[in-house]
């Protein structure tokens, strides 16, 4: 693929326009390859979210769309690279992808192995990943213009092969069953283990796992990976010489959460018929929903004997206990409230909200349909689920939970726990008796609660938490009401700052940090 320097210039201006615009302008440009460079335009926009490395590194070329539609993102790239580096999984040396594509994955697990190829039939494709590895300084991988079966055939062992079968039939559809896929690997699978120690198979997140374990008879290791709990790719690890019956197999959850922290866990088919699973018509303290990887690999019953919570349905797939599990691998509410279907009830369960966060799980209704009947656009700060018992009866519960699933240390939640106490004592809602009116925080929202106590020291009545704190309070000092800023929502209080109880429960490691 060759660009003319008019070319290039377009796609440097113009690379963060509106594509669509750039096309109704394209006799604007008569020196400028316009269709390409939209190409290159919408392939760079689309790699700022998937593929940040290379969207920043200058030079990339980009293929068409459905090319980067297909494309692994860097974070499950760099996933894969995890599995491969695995000690168990013996000698790194040799390695090819037998489905290049765009080139993200071979590029990331390339830097595993002192030798890889990069095999793809088509030939575009092979100019850019060509281009894009030299770009890159990947010398170890050698580009290969070939039919992958063909390749296969004809190749010298090597420790790993890597196969992501297309996903689409002739006509453009998206296809889920493995022997529906291009190439078909439960049909090469004895082929791929002749050529290869260690084969790592990338399959549709909507393919059946379960039918998948079967079809293949040599996965030592399943993963079903999620992005941000949207589930993206299921990957096996076949191995040469080692059968396990389905029910054996591992089967690792992981969720990639923005935040950096990943979400795991780990089970089998056995294990899943063996845990106990409790099923409450009672309502504890706080609801969990699992992410979507442990949802896709069907271990209902293993998060509930994992994690000791106790499920309100067997079709539900919703938790809930009195305790609160910081490390519960999906979504945690705390249950503020909860109302039938009786119009009064709902009524008073809403208030005024104009928006909110709506969940159907197991309900005789639709998301669109609950919204039309309840009025209610989407978003807010306000989360509701409608869902089924283990006794049948439907409920609506309205729940709260920290913005993006995690308490922020920048102040803004801290503000936030403030601002709900001057509500509290506005006595729109509540009556308070004397203002005792406590802040508790508990696992990740601690360092928030002591963020909002000591912004508001003179309002608040004590303070309780029970968790580490992650951050740095002395930034807080600052921010500390003095004489002249105390007592505005309700109490004057003379100093530079007031004294209040405060009750912490942390862990041994966390104890001695200088915040607390």
Known sequence: MTLTEETLRFIREHRKDNVRNLALQAHKYPTVDVPAAIIQIVGRQIAEEKIPAWAAREGILYPAHLSMEQCSSEVTANY??????????????????????????????????????????????????????????????????????????????????????????????????????????????????????????????????????????????????SVNNECKE????????????????????????????VQKLLFTRQQEKEHTCPYTPTLKTYLYEPNASILKAGAFRSVSSIYNVEKLHPNSHLYTSDEYIPDFPGRKFRITDS??????????????????????????????????????AEGGDIYLFATTLADEKKLFLHLATPEAGEWKQDGSDADYLNAVYVAIQARDYYITMQDNIYLCGIGDASFAAHQAARRMASEWSGLMTFGDLDGDLKAEHSVLHGESDQGEVELKVMGMAAQLPVWMSMTAKNADNTAA
């Open 234 to 261: 299921l990957l096996l690890v076949l191995e040469r010489g080692k059968e396990l019956v389905p029910e054996e197999i591992p089967i690792h959850c992981i969720n990639l959460t923005a935040s950096q922290k």
């Open 339 to 376: 109302s039938s279907l009786n119009k009064k009830e709902l009524k008073k369960l809403i208030g005024t909200e104009k928006k909110a966060n709506l969940t159907v799980r197991n309900f005789p209704a639709s998301v669109a349909e609950l919204r039309k009947r309840l009025k209610l």
């Open 80 to 225: 894969k690279v995890k599995i491969v580096s695995d000690t168990e999984y013996g000698s790194r040396k040799t390695f090819t992808d037998l489905t290049g594509g765009f080139g993200i994955d071979c590029a990331f697990l390339s830097a595993c192995f002192q030798q890889s190829a990069y095999v793809e039939r088509q030939e575009t494709l092979c100019t850019i990943a060509a281009h894009n590895f030299s770009l890159l300084n990947l010398k170890q991988v050698m580009v290969c213009h070939e039919d992958s079966i063909r390749y296969l055939q004809m190749m010298e062992p090597v420790d790993w092969i890597f196969i992501d079968p297309a996903r689409r039939d002739g006509h453009g559809g998206k296809t889920i069953a493995i022997s529906e896929c291009e190439p078909d690997v439960s049909a090469l699978e004895n082929l791929l283990l002749e050529k290869a120690s260690h084969v790592l198979v990338k399959l549709s997140p909507m393919l059946d796992l379960t039918l998948a374990l079967h079809d293949l008879k040599h996965v030592q290791a399943a993963h079903v990976v």
